[in-house]
């Protein structure tokens, strides 16, 4: 869901920037990740249902998005370390204190991920539905 924000930098300086990035997350790799982790992530559950959410950064998250940022430093290292990265920043979101507000996000295509992953043995990959597939 999109939603406007507004925001107000109060404090930065030539000395101490204000850096800003954000990742779009992805309903499908939150859906795949229920169905390899189940729902029992470790993250205290969230019955609220809220479209913002606020929290401190974790450190591992942090670390990450830090590791995701250096790779333009190497951009050849990026399309193979890139979607590693953006997945464990699902993940560790996922198992984190917003990892309620992340369940939500990812349960309407947590069945159709565990049906898959019953009958084929493997989560459907990302383009599962661009190949044909014959049933017969």
């Known amino acids: 869901m999109d939603l406007p924000a507004v925001s107000t930098v109060t404090r ?3 000395k101490n920037p204000f850096l800003s990035f954000s990742l779009k997350l992805d309903r499908y790799l939150i859906a795949q990740l229920l169905s390899e982790v189940g729902n029992t992530t470790g993250a205290a559950e969230d019955n ?3 479209a913002v959410a606020l929290a401190k950064v974790e450190q591992s998250v942090l670390e990450a998005f830090v590791r995701l940022i250096n790779l333009l ?15 464990e920043i699902h993940y560790r979101l996922l198992t984190g204190p ?5 369940r939500t996000v990812g349960a309407l295509g947590t069945q159709f991920n565990r049906e898959y ?16 597939v014959k049933v017969s």
């Open 48 to 50: 609220t249902r809220t």
């Open 98 to 102: 917003q990892g309620g507000a992340l």
């Open 12 to 14: 930065a300086s030539a």
């Open 73 to 87: 430093e190497t951009p050849e290292q990026i399309p193979i370390l890139a979607p590693m990265i953006i997945r």
């Open 117 to 132: 992953k019953r009958l084929f043995g493997e989560p459907p990959r990302r383009d599962v539905n661009r190949r044909r």
